[in-house]
């Protein structure tokens, strides 16, 4: 169960996301595609590696996280519909703004994989530009659900936001909901000054037990800080245009590293700070 969020102010932005799972293998990608660079982070489920967020040099971000749709939600996806996680890496290399993945999606239907063993859970993906432009994509009957930002930020969590179009922030419910609404509050009363700082700080504040990593973006520098196992004193520093990974706080070394072969395995970059 995760939380992210998109921010904007004074013509600035800034992405963050908890990844919140069981202890899993996780790798950090960034590597080219014609004229852009993309950034994704992957975690090893079901011994294949699936990306679960990304960003890439215009801007663009998008992040898949666990959705509750309820007892007896029936998603009507056919085997035509556009799988999850392609839809992220296809995003990521075709597009510079929100507004252009409504020309890629035309009529086809977001699938979200099932797992029998939780039938009322399936996932939702957040899609955010630079401009200033976000909405969140859920499962439908036969259609996709989209939740545009309304103001200068959007949180998403566990539960669906298609739900609660036009319900008071602090009146939502379900899973995750107690977070939204810490985030919400916290990036609200924060909103003239929101930068890398602060969005950590609303990461920290909605960290659960299993939180593995907090991650934000910035997407005017092309740059990603992130963080591991809820210790957010130690922050390392990605370089989308270099494609270079170092240290910024917490560590002894602050050793710059080319990623090898446009990746690495977030054990190894431990193990090299350590």
Known sequence: MCTSFAVYHQKKAVYGMNFDTDEIDLKLIVNSYHDKNLFYFSALLE??????????????????????????FQSGCDENDWYAFDLLDEVLKKTGKSSEFFEILNKRVISYPRNPLFPDLGLHTMIADKTGDAFILEEGNDTNRISPISGDFIVMTNFPNGNFKETDYNKVFGIGADRYICAYEYIQNHIHSFGINEAFEALNKTSQKNTLCSIVYDPLENEIYISFKKDLSKRWRISMIEKTIQSTDGLLSSNKIQLTNEEILVNDLIRLYK
């Open 47 to 72: 011994n294949k590696y699936r990306d679960i967020a990304g960003m890439n040099s215009e801007g663009l971000f998008i992040c898949t996280q666990a959705v509750e749709y309820g007892p007896g």
